[in-house]
């Protein structure tokens, strides 16, 4: 039987940060170190499970004072270090930063400026989310998977939604046009693939965007197999 897939998929999740507790004593700045502490120790977990390989993908969370926290251009980031972190105002000029961000920062930025709810953007160049972005069409459809509950909003296996997938450029502004021109927004999947390239996924905290992105990289993985048979 054949089946609308919708991208609508209820409610957006909650506003937060990095799960660290008001009244510790760290403040902005150990809050900050927090969360370099906590993407650090996400690359080590996603390089192991070869996602990032080549040193690809990128990492970026909001800090409390508005700002995001990115990785830098060039570094590895299952091998991350402190220094390999940058605070940068969503309004900067992205050519005159320096250190200079992620190449891919103007994405980041635009999910950030798109939902004031989100805390965390990942960014993984898994081999099923590459070779299914070849594959499909405009969008990838999932359909009666129990991990789609990982999802903020989503109470049942029983249904279907897609995945949009954006045609990969290497003109930043132009590829995070294509993001605003799919109406991705709160009431969608929290997810967008990238032709040939990875996933991007994000969430109200780093937490929620870590697990949000390994039910995603279960979900592409099982359409893989499945299409193996």
């Given amino acids: 039987m054949v089946r609308d897939c919708r991208i609508a998929r209820g409610t957006a999740a909650a506003p937060g940060f990095a799960k660290v507790r008001a009244d510790s004593g760290t403040g902005d ?5 927090a969360m370099v502490e906590q993407l650090m120790a996400l690359g080590r977990d996603f390089g192991a499970r070869g996602w990032l390989p080549g040193g690809s993908g990128n990492f970026s969370a909001r800090l409390a004072d508005g700002r995001i926290l990115l990785t830098a251009t060039g570094r590895h ?13 969503l309004d900067a000029d992205l050519a005159t930063v320096q250190p200079r961000p992620s190449a891919e920062a103007l994405l980041h930025v635009q999910r950030y400026l798109a939902d004031a709810n989100i805390g965390c953007v990942l960014h993984t160049h898994s081999p099923a989310a590459t070779v299914l972005s070849r594959q499909a069409g405009d969008t990838l459809e999932l359909a009666d998977y129990e991990l789609l509950k990982a999802f ?42 990238i032709r040939g390239h990875g996933l991007y996924t ?19 993985e099982c359409e893989l197999l499945g299409k193996k048979r």
């Fill in 29 to 33: 700045g150990g809050m900050q170190q």
């Fill in 202 to 220: 994000w969430g109200a905290s780093i937490e929620s965007a870590r697990d949000q992105l390994e039910a995603a990289e279960f979900l592409l």
């Fill in 152 to 193: 903020p909003g989503v109470a049942t296996h029983a249904g279907c939604w897609s995945v949009p997938i954006l045609e990969n450029d290497q003109d930043m502004r132009r590829l995070a046009q294509s993001v605003v021109d799919r109406g991705i927004g709160p009431q969608d999947l929290p997810l967008f693939l």
């Fill in 77 to 89: 980031k299952a091998r991350l270090r402190h220094e390999d972190f940058l605070p940068l105002a």
